[in-house]
């Protein structure tokens, strides 16, 4: 097998705080292999944001990683010193976040971003660097860029600046893309062609991406691979297709279960009663467990861990082979 | 642009006009000035003389118009006690006055956006802290209290600095400097930093707030995402943003230095047009008050018409939202 772009172990991520120290990450493994999409769902304070931001080292005080391993094509990338790290930010990571209308700094021309990004991590001179920033405007889809470059951030819609902002982050043909819910702030006809974007984008140059969103119309549409996160740790993990139609978690049973469909049949959307815990309250054992139909005594007392189902990963007690019987 | 200016400078002219009423007003009520510049014992006849050689003796709307029009040439009278012309007596005092307003307010920014920038990235330290502390001081003591330590310290315990005057001035023209001499510059530092404390101490205060709020930002956060510098960020986006409120402030508050600056002339002896307006309301020298007047809110209006354009010219976003609404 060839070495996965993108190779997190075990992570843990914890906000201390004067009242207690929050775990809001405990526990999450995962790969992304060259030019595969992977989608990270989950409800939201279920860490997908989070899990995004550790790997690209922006977790802000009181934030920390405190256990687990980032491997970034081979080479560990947690608790660089900073300046190393901001090395791969942009560079080795691109980075889209959620609202298009406040990720761009609205004193600086478009131009001069992306310029500004581009000579930060190569030695293209700044002409040259200009016509690079064209044609990255161009790639992303913004009509007339020799044009449009010289623009400020309000002069273009939500759906361009989102364009922008992807542009900002390939600028440097990263080795992955962490789109952290980047069509939630978007109208739902340019949600698509923004989709289609990254995806494009992910394609032509092999690039990873880790998509973070909780529309599950995005990750079916979009994504190679989808894990599902509750409550700081993956609940599964596995091929969209799989995941989507056969959800083996008894949450993830629930999510697929609460998309609408137009197909007409007359049942009604289940719902997953209650709420995800908080992260100072987290129940032992299974953190799905009081909302769980299936729920039996060993969820209340022992964490489930990954169980491999075929191509799927579950962390579930229905699935320990032991217990199946029992169960 | 061109139309956004022009509107601008219509209001102006208005709050010009405004202020040239109240100018005028005093004169007819702040007491009969003839009383005040003649001895108990002149006769009537030569008060009414006195009285129609300065052509206090027309009829209201005359003397306002003619009031407003010599205004308008720079002619604002004859003061009552030097019987000399307004216009030369402020345009000698002027430089000394406007010198030390720069050179305070030069310092408060510099000073003042330094000590901000650092206290907003380096909040924890000591440092930070001390600032703070000072920026208190700075904020509640009152200028006169500044000044007279200032001089206690530097001028009688320790000898450093002169107490009072300008030092040695040269003359360029018709403006006088004290900024080519050794003395001068002496004498300027206690006055400027009596003037600039309390504008600095706001202006840091205000840096550090609007820094701390930039930093917390969508697009500073993508910033770092981006890989950019350190530097890059806090003083290129972080500080260009910081600074658009700052602007404002800093020149709003360059008005207020130059009508502050009568508290420290006064205490300094600074021979500028502070010092002259304290000793013309204590002589009733209404000429030199209405002028003083004037002056300063010229000086305010034009300060706020350069703010409103200096904004739109950081700012990208009012540039086009003033072009839209024209």
Same mark, same amino acid.
């Given at each position: ?6 190779? +997190? ?12 120290? @929050? ?31 550790? +790997? ?50 609205? @004193? ?15 030695? @293209? ?46 600028? *440097? ?5 962490? *789109? ?62 799989? +995941? ?25 959307? +289940? ?9 100072? *309250? ?39 082979? *032991? ?5 | ?22 100018? %005028? ?16 014992? &002149? ?33 604002? !009278? ?78 009688? &315990? ?14 360029? !023209? ?60 806090? %003083? ?23 009508? %502050? ?66």
């Amino acid at each position: 097998m060839t070495q996965p772009v993108l190779s +997190v172990r075990n992570l843990e991520v914890e906000f201390v705080t004067r009242r207690a120290t @929050l775990r809001a990450i405990n526990g999450v493994s995962f790969d992304i292999a060259k030019g595969e999409v992977l989608g990270v769902v989950g409800e939201s304070g279920a860490g997908k944001s989070v899990t995004g931001l550790a +790997v690209i080292g922006l977790i802000d005080p009181p934030g920390r990683i405190s256990a687990g391993e980032i491997e970034l094509s081979g080479t560990r990338i947690d608790h660089l010193p900073l300046e190393e790290i901001r090395r791969v930010r942009g560079k080795r990571i691109g980075m889209i976040f959620q609202d298009p209308l406040t990720s761009l700094n609205p @004193l600086y021309r478009i131009g001069d971003q992306i310029i500004e990004t581009i000579r930060t991590h190569t030695s @293209l001179s700044e002409s040259a660097a200009r016509r690079r920033a064209i044609d990255l405007l161009a790639e992303v889809g913004i009509p007339a860029p020799e044009k449009r470059i010289d623009g400020y951030p309000h002069e273009f819609s939500g759906g361009m600046r989102q364009r922008v902002v992807i542009a900002l982050a390939i600028c *440097a043909e990263p080795e992955l893309i962490i *789109a952290d819910e980047p069509t939630t702030a978007l109208d739902v006809s340019v949600q698509a062609q923004i989709i289609a974007l990254i995806k494009r984008l992910g394609r032509d140059h092999g690039t990873a991406v880790m998509l973070v969103t909780h529309d599950m119309g995005v990750i079916a549409e979009t994504c190679d691979r989808v894990a599902v996160m509750y409550s700081g740790r993956i609940a599964e993990i596995g091929p969209v297709q799989e +995941v989507v139609r056969n959800p083996l978690h008894p949450y993830a049973k629930g999510l697929m279960g609460a998309i609408p469909t137009l197909a007409g049949e007359d049942k009604r959307l +289940v719902q997953i009663p209650g709420s995800m815990p908080r992260l100072s *309250a987290i129940p032992p054992g299974c953190p799905f467990n009081p909302r769980c139909a299936f729920a039996f005594d060993r969820c209340r007392v022992e964490r489930p861990e990954p169980i491999r189902q075929g191509t799927q990963s579950v962390a579930c007690h229905l699935f320990e082979p *032991a217990k199946e019987t029992a169960a | 642009m061109l139309a956004f200016t022009l509107r601008r400078l219509l209001q102006a002219i208005g709050v010009m006009l405004a202020v040239g009423v109240i100018a %005028f007003a005093m004169f007819r009520f702040a007491g009969d000035p003839v009383n005040q510049m003649v001895s108990i014992d &002149t006769s009537a006849a030569q008060r009414a003389e006195i009285r129609h050689s300065l052509g206090l003796d027309d009829p209201v709307l005359v003397q306002f118009g003619r009031y407003f029009i010599n205004a308008l040439q720079f002619k604002f !009278g004859v003061s009552y006690q030097f019987r000399l012309p307004v216009s030369s007596l402020l345009a000698e005092r002027l430089p000394a006055t406007l010198e030390l307003a720069i050179c305070a307010t030069l310092l408060a920014m510099v000073a003042g956006i330094l000590m901000g920038v650092y206290s907003a990235l380096r909040r924890d330290t000591i440092l930070a802290r001390l600032f703070q502390a000072i920026s208190l001081i700075g904020i509640s003591l009152p200028t006169f209290l500044i000044g007279i330590l200032l001089i206690y310290l530097f001028a009688v &315990t320790l000898g450093w600095l002169p107490s009072f005057g300008r030092g040695e001035v040269v003359k360029l !023209g018709w403006w006088s400097t004290g900024l080519l001499t050794v003395s001068g510059w002496k004498a300027i530092i206690m006055p400027a930093i009596t003037l600039g404390l309390f504008q600095m101490t706001l202006i840091m205060r205000l840096v550090r707030a609007e820094m701390l709020e930039v930093l917390r930002t969508d697009y500073i956060r993508f910033a770092r995402a981006r890989g950019l510098t350190t530097r890059a960020i806090h %003083f290129g986006h972080a500080l260009k943003n910081t600074l658009v409120p700052v602007i404002t402030v800093a020149g709003l508050q360059f008005g207020s230095v130059i009508a %502050f600056s009568i508290i420290t002339e006064t205490v300094f002896q600074w021979p500028g047009m502070g010092l002259l307006f304290v000793q013309a309301v204590q002589n009733v020298d209404i000429p030199i008050m209405a002028a003083y007047l004037l002056m300063v809110s010229l000086i305010f209006v034009t300060i706020n018409l350069v703010v409103d354009i200096l904004y739109t010219v950081v700012d990208p976003r009012l540039r086009s939202t003033v072009s839209r609404a024209t």
